[in-house]
């Protein structure tokens, strides 16, 4: 039967007026239906009995008379449960005795004497015994004492409470009536209402003097407004106010929080002490095996757990604030702002984590009470979460805080994680698409936990603090770094508790969605940051799906899932590696109607969403930490111009404005140079990069199985040759991005993490050897392209820490069986790309492939296959003329731009004529110069890789270079390159400082000097001599003998050149007495390109006829016919016999008339 106000009150006066010994006067306790205390009625204590309560207890208190009975003094109580605050630590609480003992019912109550102990002796007489019952009476009413912490004298005492003595004389009636709940309600309410009026200000030491204080530093007492979203998104820089500053102003110097009330604090930790100091009494007596206490050892602990229970009881009433009529305020609407008295124990550590779980499971049996007490923690937490970002330090005591709540289970589930995906903000509702992904990693409950970052534009006072002078030493950056691990763990077993909990699995999988989905154009070059989630952000949110997928087993996932109806991602509107748009959506159609699909796994989800949460987390974060690189350099370059010309200038009314933008440049240098030691710290982290590269490993596998169409299974091993590979349908329709995202991520690791390469696995090399060898899996050429820089990087001799990552690769059985083929085919492919810029790529494509070879040629293993290759047809010989091409147009641009360059040094060096040209024309031409002397630099070092492989290639392999559709063009570059390095306009090479753009004369003339001599042979001598442009004698002579001079060559390789000379100049004077008589041929015996006599004429199918090589040539060149541009190859000539024939007859004919 629940009691009114008004009979409470009634009740509360009538007994403080007779004095009842009744066990039924006093407070109303809160306790549980159910419960009997012998002769009041129990019920649970409803909000409006508690507030019948707070109204009544002044009324009462003021009618209360000093000759109330007074309690028997008290012995003096032992320190360990009472007078200084008990430890409340996870690890020092004793467990819990509750055993079977109901926690809601109190020991019967009687009027029997308390049994003797079981160890009694028989022959003690009947006062001995009861002299034994009144101690052990004592010593309980001293153990529940101790543990409400109170006194029983009048006087006043520093180390325990000292309470009204009306208040205690009723509290001791029903302590001897053993009505526990009674006596807590009298004391508990008194204690409380004390803490309320400010009677007592409880103090760091457990005493009743000094004042309660705030031991967080970081929280100040200030009182915010409730959780206002646009408040919160305009302050962030959201919809309102977008623009983004890196300024330490934007940071306050001790975030905003809300205001705590320090007697409600000072109450509740009171209850929480009490509740210690149960567990501690009842760990204590436990100890006491058969003695005299065996009766104390069986009964405290049903005391202490109901003792337990009414703390929860009354401390789930005062963190719902139903005290506040005690409060001496004007204004008790204020409490309303308060923070939670809870969390700001928890800041302090003051809450043990049993009592936290208990409190949870008493608040749970009433939901709005559950509802009440933590959806104002969880408030509360996110306010100041928000307002502790930006901050020079990294760790957060919030953060802490959530990870301890949503760790607690009650009845095998997460209480708190439930609540929280139930909280207003948790996924809020996103406005305009245009910011939806700005706020949603601004305002939702877990933005701010997910936003501890220490990059610049995210935490400038971090950045301002801790990067003086633009340095951070190594030592500190890695301690940041663990310190951002640490966090990440965190966050990381938060949200494993959030899905491993059911009742919030599927909110916290839509909330990871939604962030991906908001966010997908970070991966744009240009994208506007302003839009979308900061960097710091991102990787911390990857992290943790990083975490929760490294223990996936991939045979488990759903290769398929992309495609999947449910699916948490969308690749739609992804550039596929084999489909076309209308080819993917036509297969999908297909696929989602012919398979019958089933629900997702939870490991399938998270593995999926984790590599999109790498898509768009570290590949734009190592795009802008490459951009922000360029940018430095960029402005670094501008400065050193501006101070190189600045005897120029400073007298000029340019002056002023140059200064100024010196003075920019280096501003924002600095700038930039701070913001990278963040980078630094949060992107180039070898704990984050080799996470990476361990789950890109399981993508490689997972592709690979793809590939081949294979069910996952354990480490993937190749069953099939990679010519004969046809990928499947799945793998066709996968997204580009999944191999980009991977060689872009390695290629970041070789140039700026080195050390990360340690965890590329056999997984990865398989994958890169499988793609690279079998091109003709992807549509676009230059994911292939970029597979092979990977490969390219990977060479001792751009990387020298690669070594062992370069032998694993070389000696691969995968390599070793079909690399060079597949680098040859691919050398040639890449003429033609689709793009506008094909002709220029294809430079820096053919110069990785190049320099591979050259460290291939250097293996017995795949030398071998190279000379293999030269044998097996006709793709050796393409390659060779393909790389023919290229010498022959690097080495004209090179020599053409060095010629520019000391065309412009000498004009400098002349005083006279450089000062006629005036300070505008001047600046023109050193602007010119720079430019040249780049272009000069880049062309050098594709022409040097590309005549590196003209030398080696040519020392075993002879046969494909001296086929008739290659030898002329050789030669004829030979010859071509030969006189611009000896001939008489040599000295218009000459430049200053030539190793600065890698110009090398002396070298290029000692490997084309070799080049003749591995292929001297009559053939080659003979197509020497055909070329009429360049073969000149006294040149190649001026050649030997400046090659004998500088001691280029030995005399015995430079006596063997000009015996090759004198052969192919007698062929030369032959060649010129034929020409005279073959130029009186008929014009259908010439070749319509070349007007030169056939040898060997074929039938195109157009009809037309040409000479066999000079056809041959132009389709090693382009695949069409040279007339009309229709398809065209090599098996579609037809051999024109009869004019073969008549050809000869002619020539015969006409050197036998001759001779007559």
């Not at 180390?159 to 004389?169: G, K, M, N, S, Y």
């Not at 408040?231 to 983004?244: D, F, P, R």
């Not at 337990?308 to 139903?322: H, M, P, V």
């Not at 070329?1027 to 030997?1040: P, Q, W």
Request: hydrophobic share 40%; net charge negative; charged share 25%.
């Amino acid at each position: 039967m629940e009691l009114t106000p008004e009979e409470i009150r009634a009740r509360r006066l009538r007994k403080l007026e007779t004095g009842s010994s009744g066990g039924g006067g006093g407070r109303l306790a809160p306790t549980t239906a159910g419960s009997s205390d012998g002769q009041q009625q129990d019920s649970v204590m409803t909000d409006g009995d508690a507030a019948a309560v707070v109204a009544s207890s002044a009324q009462a208190e003021s009618s209360a008379t000093a000759n109330s009975v007074e309690a028997k003094p008290l012995e003096s109580a032992t320190k360990s449960g009472s007078g200084a605050t008990p430890s409340k630590s996870n690890n020092n609480t004793a467990p819990s005795t509750d055993g079977p003992t109901k926690m809601d019912e109190d020991p019967p109550a009687t009027n029997e004497a308390v049994p003797s102990s079981p160890v009694d002796s028989p022959t003690k007489t009947a006062e001995d015994k009861l002299r034994d019952e009144a101690a052990t009476r004592e010593e309980l009413q001293q153990i529940v004492f101790r543990i409400m912490n109170i006194n029983s004298q009048v006087r006043y005492s520093e180390a325990r409470f000292t309470i009204d003595p009306a208040v205690l004389a009723n509290a001791l009636e029903a302590l001897d009536a053993k009505n526990y709940r009674e006596f807590c309600a009298e004391i508990f309410i008194e204690v409380v209402k004390e803490f309320y009026e400010g009677k007592l200000i409880h103090s760091e030491d457990g005493s009743t003097s000094g004042t309660f204080t705030d031991s967080w530093n970081s929280i100040p007492s200030k009182k915010v407004k409730p959780i206002d979203i646009e408040e919160v998104l305009e302050k962030s820089g959201g919809s309102a106010a977008m623009e983004i500053d890196s300024d330490i102003r934007l940071c306050s110097s001790k975030p905003s929080m809300k205001a705590f009330s320090s007697n409600r604090v000072a109450a509740l930790d009171y209850l929480i002490n009490c509740y210690c100091r149960a567990n501690d009494e009842v760990y204590s007596y436990t100890k006491i095996k058969k003695s005299k206490k065996m009766y104390l050892v069986e009964i405290l602990p049903d005391v202490a757990a109901i003792i337990r229970q009414q703390t929860l009881k009354y401390a789930i009433l005062l963190t719902k604030n139903r005290f506040q009529n005690f409060a001496q305020i004007e204004n008790p609407a204020k409490l309303i702002l308060e923070k939670s008295p809870l969390l700001q124990l928890m800041y302090e550590n003051k809450v043990p984590s049993d009592f936290l779980a208990s409190l949870m499971a008493e608040a749970r049996k009433n939901e709005s009470d559950f509802d009440a007490i933590f959806t104002i923690v969880l408030d509360d937490l996110y306010v100041d979460m928000q307002n502790t970002i930006c901050n020079e330090n990294i760790v957060s005591d919030p953060l802490m805080r959530l990870k301890e709540l949503v760790e607690i289970k009650v009845e095998n589930t997460n209480p708190i994680c439930k609540l929280i995906v139930k909280h207003v903000v948790f996924l809020p509702r996103l406005t305009l698409d245009k910011y939806a992904a700005r706020e949603i990693s601004k305002v939702s409950f877990l933005a701010p936990f997910l936003s501890l970052s220490v990059l610049l534009d995210e935490n400038p006072k971090f950045a301002t603090h801790h990067f003086l002078e633009n340095v951070c030493d190594r030592t500190l950056a890695s301690s940041f770094q663990t310190l951002l691990g640490n966090t990440r763990k965190i966050l990381h077993q938060i949200f494993l508790s959030l899905l491993t909990n059911l009742d919030s699995r599927q909110e916290v999988l839509k909330y990871i969605s939604e962030i991906l989905r908001t966010n997908h154009k970070r991966i744009q070059y240009n994208a506007d940051d302003r839009f979308l989630a900061k960097d710091g952000f991102m990787l911390n949110f990857m992290s943790i799906l990083q975490l929760l997928s490294v223990k996936i087993n991939m045979s488990r996932i759903d290769p398929l899932y992309p495609h999947h109806p449910d699916a948490l991602i969308d690749i739609e509107d992804e550039t596929k590696l084999k489909y076309s748009s209308q080819e993917y959506t036509d297969w999908l159609e297909k696929l989602r109607s012919t398979k019958k699909w089933e629900t997702p796994k939870f490991v399938t989800h998270c593995w999926f969403l984790t590599l999109h949460a790498h898509h768009l987390g570290i590949i734009p974060a190592i795009q802008r930490y490459n951009k922000l690189l360029r940018a430095t350099k960029e402005l670094q370059r501008m400065v050193d111009e501006l101070n190189a010309s600045k005897s120029q200038w400073e007298n000029t009314p340019l002056a002023r404005r140059n200064k100024q933008v010196r003075d920019r440049c280096v501003n924002q240098i600095n700038k930039l140079s701070k913001a990278k030691l963040g980078c630094d710290i949060a992107v180039i982290d070898p704990n984050v990069l080799g996470a990476c590269m361990q789950f890109y490993s399981s993508v490689c596998e997972y592709m690979l199985y793809q590939i081949e169409n294979r069910p996952i299974e354990d480490l993937f091993v190749n069953k099939q040759e990679p010519v004969m590979l046809v990928a499947s349908e799945n793998f066709c329709s996968l997204p580009e991005w999944y191999i980009e995202d991977i060689a872009d991520f390695i290629l970041f690791c070789m140039q700026h993490s080195i050390g990360v390469i340690d965890f590329v696995d056999n997984s990865i090399i398989t994958w890169i050897l499988t793609l690279v060898c079998a091109p003709h899996l992807i549509k676009n050429p230059y994911i292939t392209a970029k597979l092979i820089e990977v490969l390219f990087v990977t060479s001792p001799t751009i990387q020298t820490a690669s070594q062992r990552l370069y032998l694993q690769i070389i000696n691969h059985e995968l390599a070793q069986r079909a690399l060079v083929s597949a680098l040859m085919k691919f050398y040639t492919d890449i003429e033609t790309t689709g793009q506008s810029t094909e002709f220029y790529d294809k430079f820096t494509i053919r110069y990785h492939i190049s320099h591979l070879f050259k460290g291939l040629w250097d293996s017995v293993v795949h030398r071998q296959a190279i000379v293999k290759e030269s044998k097996s047809g006709k793709q050796f010989v393409k390659f060779v003329n393909f790389f023919l091409n290229d010498t022959t147009y690097l080495l004209d641009e090179c020599l053409e731009y060095l010629k520019r360059i000391h065309e412009t040094q000498v004009l400098m060096m002349e005083d006279l004529a450089w000062n006629e040209l005036g300070q505008e024309a001047q600046q023109s031409r050193q602007r010119q110069l720079v430019q040249d002397e780049r272009q000069c630099r880049s062309y050098l070092t594709l022409a040097r890789e590309t005549v590196d492989m003209f030398h080696y290639l040519t020392i075993d392999i002879k046969e494909p270079f001296l086929r008739p559709e290659l030898i002329d063009r050789l030669s004829s570059m030979l010859n071509y390159n030969l006189q611009q390095l000896c001939g008489p306009k040599c000295n218009d090479l000459r430049v200053r400082n030539p190793m600065k753009y890698g110009w090398e004369p002396r070298r290029l003339l000692g490997q084309l000097i070799d080049i003749y001599l591995h292929l001297s042979c009559d053939e080659f001598a003979a197509a020497l001599a055909a070329d009429e442009r360049s073969f000149e004698k006294h040149l190649f002579e001026d050649a030997a003998n400046r090659v004998e001079r500088l001691g280029i060559r030995t005399l015995v390789e430079v006596d063997d050149f000009r015996k090759l000379i004198h052969q192919a100049s007698e062929i030369y004077a032959q060649n010129q007495q034929n020409a005279d008589e073959f130029a009186e041929a008929p014009d259908d015996f010439k070749d319509p390109l070349m007007d030169t006599l056939m040898s060997d004429p074929v039938i195109l199918p157009s009809g037309t006829i040409m000479d066999r090589s000079i056809i041959t040539r132009h389709l090693l060149n382009s695949s069409t016919d040279p007339f009309n541009r229709q398809p065209l190859t090599e098996d579609m000539l037809i051999p024109a016999t009869e004019l073969k024939e008549r050809i000869e007859t002619w020539i015969k004919d006409y050197r036998e008339k001759k001779k007559q």
